[in-house]
T-cell receptor, first 110, second 115 residues
Framework: DQQVKQNSPSLSVQEGRISILNCDYT??????FLWYKKYPAEGPTFLIS?????DKNEDGRFTVFLNKSAKHLSLHIVPSQPGDSAVYFC?????????FGTGTSLTVIP | SAVISQKPSRDICQRGTSLTIQCQVD?????MFWYRQQPGQSLTLIAT?????????ESGFVIDKFPISRPNLTFSTLTVSNMSPEDSSIYLC????????????FGAGTRLSVL
């Protein structure tokens, strides 16, 4: 049973525009949410996170939004840059358990 | 954050053989995790390795197939035993650390191909 879902396997965005990556989860007991970025031949790199007590967290060009009632998480990247092209995984944690989505491959077109 | 060195980065192995993957962390951590990522799929947790105790395996993974060692707080190994082509995957180790219990940090992964 997939507790964290990323329904869009891929996304293409023009350089300078906003990229929006989405993630849905099923378990209301999750208390922490994360986004990871993964380049080919590298491991996932932590990008940004948000606690369940917040609805927004911002770090430079990256903003994560949490809608607990909808059990929905999104990552906004603005402005998007070609170097942002990678696979993005969302993750949710509760206690010592971590659950990952299947990833969304973002391509930023110059 | 935690810096994780994982090796080998890739290997091509024959069916029936075994491969041991090493994971070295630059700081002492309590919990280390081993994941598998098959093409187009999410990260699947194989087991959690705690120093001083037996590893805890997830459903579908057994110690005979994936023995794990955790001799100290900075090092762990995962062995993929009696390999078959279905074991071809990326194997990743990770730790919870860097001052936050909520963030996992990953090694670069081991890309395994079994012929």
């Amino acid at each position: 049973d997939q507790q964290v879902k990323q329904n869009s396997p891929s996304l293409s965005v023009q350089e300078g525009r906003i990229s929006i990556l989405n993630c849905d989860y099923t378990n209301s007991m999750f208390d922490y949410f994360l986004w990871y970025k993964k380049y080919p031949a590298e491991g996932p790199t932590f990008l940004i996170s948000i606690s369940s007590i917040k609805d927004k967290n911002e770090d430079g060009r990256f903003t994560v939004f949490l809608n607990k009632s909808a059990k929905h998480l999104s990552l906004h990247i603005v402005p998007s840059q070609p170097g942002d092209s990678a696979v993005y995984f969302c993750a949710a944690s509760g206690g010592n358990q971590f659950y990952f989505g299947t990833g969304t491959s973002l391509t930023v077109i110059p | 954050s935690a810096v994780i060195s994982q090796k080998p980065s890739r290997d091509i192995c024959q069916r029936g053989t075994s491969l041991t993957i090493q994971c070295q962390v630059d700081s002492q951590v309590t919990m280390m995790f081993w994941y598998r990522q098959q093409p187009g799929q999410s990260l699947t947790l194989i087991a959690t390795a705690n120093q001083g105790s037996e590893a805890t395996y997830e459903s579908g993974f057994v110690i005979d197939k994936f023995p794990i060692s955790r001799p100290n707080l900075t090092f762990s190994t995962l062995t993929v035993s009696n390999m078959s082509p279905e074991d071809s995957s990326i194997y990743l180790c990770s730790v919870v650390g860097g001052g936050s219990k909520n963030i996992q940090y990953f090694g670069a992964g081991t890309r395994l191909s079994v012929l």
